[in-house]
């Protein structure tokens, strides 16, 4: 049994992340599972600075008492494992040389969280409209999911159903899409819990259908609410002394930043100093908040 925290390297993890980390640790320390962590870096535009950010990241995680079991897995070493993912679909498997502007304008309406289900232009073409397109445009690669209803359950949001669309495995560029890099990781690294953002919740079903195709089972999810500034946007780097280094600016050593995600989480009084092993006795999922969490970094100075 394995829980994991997957972060992408693209800013220093601001206090939401972290808090979303701190719940991964209980929810999987608690339970008497390994954590594991992986550094979702498959974002090329980003990779020569992804590395240093990632690497911040872990001492961060480590500087407010997170330990996880065994090396990061780094998304980047893993491309012979997507491509044989991908063979394993095989005929689920298509190409689509669809523009973004062409599936907007072909769409019905758009779905919540902006998601816009896949019309199914390039199902059916044969090879000679294939051979065509293929000259226009490289292709990306999707999976034909015949709008398959899959149904997960969540900690805190209980059963949640979803239509699958044929959603993108491969993009055009040629890097492997986040919902195929995240199933093919967590079957890889025996991943039964899943702890993240609510911003994801929606792509679960997805996720699920996917993890079954490729011979696993479901893991179970816990989407926790994320942070969001006093306007109600979700929290960023532009809101202030968001990040440990940040906060350390101004005065909070990191078990101090833990005190606050901890009293943040309904687990401690404010100014409390803690280790996570002594939060594991207050823990109960069942009692953590079901809001956003609200930061004003203003209040932090
Ligand atoms: N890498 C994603 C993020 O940092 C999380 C993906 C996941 O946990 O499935 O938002």
């Known amino acids: 049994m394995t829980g994991r925290f997957a972060p992408s390297p693209t800013s220093a993890l601001h206090l939401g992340n972290l808090r979303t980390a701190l719940v991964a640790w209980l929810m999987a320390r608690s339970s008497g599972r390994r954590l594991v962590l992986r550094i979702e870096d498959l974002d090329t535009q980003r990779v020569a600075a992804a590395a240093g950010i990632a690497r911040r990241q872990v001492a961060d995680l480590a500087a407010i008492g997170l330990d996880f079991d065994g090396e990061p897995l780094w998304q980047s070493t893993r491309a012979d494992a997507y491509a044989a993912a991908l063979f394993r ?3 689920l498997v298509y190409e689509c040389y669809c523009t973004r502007r062409e599936i907007a304008e072909a769409a019905v309406a758009p779905h919540a969280a902006g998601h816009r289900p896949y019309p199914g232009t390039c199902r059916e073409l044969d090879e000679a409209e294939r051979a065509r397109r293929r000259a226009i445009r490289p292709p990306a690669l999707r999976v034909r999911a015949d709008a398959a209803v899959a149904t997960v359950h969540d900690e805190w949001a209980g059963a949640v159903s979803g239509v699958v669309d044929d959603f993108v495995l491969v993009r055009n560029d040629g890097v492997p899409a986040y919902n195929l890099a995240v199933v093919v990781d967590d079957l890889a690294q025996g991943v039964d819990q899943v702890v993240r953002g609510d911003d994801l919740l929606a792509s679960s079903p997805r996720q699920a259908w996917l993890s079954l195709q490729l011979g696993g089972t479901t893991p179970g999810y816990a ?14 780097k532009r809101d202030g002394a968001v990040s440990l280094a940040d906060l350390a600016g101004v005065g909070w050593s990191a078990p101090a930043v833990l005190g606050l995600l901890a009293t943040s989480l309904g687990l401690a009084a404010p100014g409390e100093l803690l280790t996570p092993g002594r939060l594991l006795a207050r823990f109960d999922p069942a009692v953590l908040p079901r809001t956003p969490w609200v930061v004003d970094p203003a209040q932090l100075v």
């Not at 989407?223 to 960023?236: D, I, K």
């Open 89 to 91: 679909l095989g005929p």
């Open 223 to 236: 989407h926790v609410p994320l942070a969001v500034n006093p306007a109600g946007a979700r929290l960023a």
